[in-house]
Each structure stands twice: as C-alpha cells, then as structure tokens.
C-alpha cells in the first residue's frame, strides 16, 4: 500500500501561481512513477502531469506545458506540481497518483493509488 496526502491548493487570482505537494508513505517512493490530475466540477478526471521513477522523465497535458512543472523528491518521498500563469479554467480538484509502471501513464485506471485531493481556485 501507499499512501499519498496533498497539500498546497488555495485560492490565486489569474496570472498568479500555485505549488501542491503530495507526501507519499509506506512502499518505497522510488518504486512508482507519479501522475497528477485534476477534476473539475460537472467533468471526468483528467491527467495533467507525470513523472518517472528518477525523476528524469516527465509529461504534460497540452492544456499546462509551459505553465506546469512535475518535480519530486525521492529523498523526502514528495512529488511537486508547481503551477504558473494560472487561469480560471485550471481550476479544480488537484490529485496526486502512484503508478507501478517504468512509464509515465495518462489514463486514470492504470494508476494504483491516488491521493484525497487538494482543491485549486483561480479566480477571474
């Protein structure tokens, strides 16, 4: 089992900037690429970044390149999800997931374990 916790959410205006982390516990960090993904109200989950074991590869939706950037720390067991230039429609609930795969997945059932969530607000 892993267990993962999010943090970081709040509310920023557009144009303004957010850093989530999610703290990951029980089976060694290492051993999981990490995913985030974000669900908006009234819409399906959806990927928005991932990363791979090391932390030397990484992918992002179209909707967030170059605004978005994955990192982690396997030291400290932590994945980042550092959010720049936000805008109204980033808004949503930001979830941290842990994927057995050497790869980076995009889709929502191939990850194991997933995080309680951590809400973002950009307002207008």
């Known amino acids: 089992q892993v267990q993962l916790v999010e943090s970081g959410g709040g509310l920023v205006q557009a144009g303004g900037s957010l850093r989530l982390s999610c703290a990951a516990s029980?089976?060694?960090?290492?051993?999981?690429?990490m995913g985030w993904f974000r669900q908006a109200p009234g819409k399906e989950r959806e990927f928005v970044a991932g990363?791979?074991?090391?932390?030397?590869?990484?992918y992002y939706a179209d909707s967030v390149e170059g605004r978005f950037t994955i990192s982690r720390d396997n030291a400290k067991n932590t994945v980042y999800l550092q959010m720049d230039d936000l805008k109204p429609e980033d808004t949503a609930v930001y979830y941290c997931?842990?994927?057995?795969?050497?790869?980076?997945?995009?889709?929502?059932?191939?990850?194991?374990?997933w995080g309680q969530g951590t809400q973002a607000t950009v307002s207008s």
């Open positions: 990363i791979g074991r090391s932390g030397g590869s990484t």
């Open positions: 029980g089976r060694p960090f290492s051993n999981y690429a």
């Open positions: 997931a842990a994927d057995a795969s050497w790869f980076i997945r995009t889709t929502v059932s191939e990850y194991d374990y």
